[in-house]
């Protein structure tokens, strides 16, 4: 938690904790893109909205038609400071993104990709997890990082298929 706001990580991972190809996602799945929406945008209070926190490539990644995520405060990761990402907040370090979290948002969502996820697992801010586990094996070139024994409150919120393939949404939480 940090100024108030809990803070998520967000993915969906295949049965070998593989994130995506090639800067994408290696599956497409309509039902698992409607969970993470209603997740990432979901609020508590109609007044506030929540944010999004993911590296440049994962922007990058998202089709332009969709960018930037809408009913979410969009913040990007980038090492450039000249970086630009049209409708965003652009942030150097997770504590610079951290620092734009105002009382207008709710919860802080981190979306990737897997460098931003090993930056902000092991943060003493870093409140859970929301993972889906997708039951089947993709080629994947980037992977989730490990999940330590702190997040020990393991909640299933539900199970899912599309195209034959099965998954569980999974609330990690310490």
């Not at 990007?76 to 942030?91: I, K, Q, R």
């Amino acid at each position: 938690m940090i100024n108030g706001h809990k803070i998520y990580l967000v993915a969906a991972v295949d049965k070998k904790n593989g994130l995506g190809k090639k800067g994408t996602l290696a599956w497409r799945l309509k039902k698992e893109m409607a969970y993470f929406t209603k997740v990432t945008t979901k609020t508590a209070d109609p007044e506030k909205q929540n944010a999004v926190i993911m590296g440049s490539t994962t922007w990058e990644s998202i089709p332009e038609k969709y960018r930037p995520l809408p009913e979410r405060k969009n913040i990007v990761l980038a090492f450039d400071e000249s970086y630009h990402a049209p409708g965003t907040t652009v942030a150097t370090s997770i504590k610079d993104a951290y620092q734009s979290i105002d009382t207008t948002i709710e919860t802080v969502f981190i979306i990737g990709g897997a460098s931003i996820y090993e930056q902000t697992i092991d943060l003493p801010e870093t409140d859970g997890m929301y993972i889906t586990k997708i039951n089947h094996d993709f080629e994947c070139d980037v992977f989730f990082p490990g999940i330590s024994k702190e997040y020990s409150n393991i909640t299933t919120l539900g199970k899912d298929e599309e195209k034959g393939i099965h998954f569980d949404y999974c609330l990690y939480e310490k």
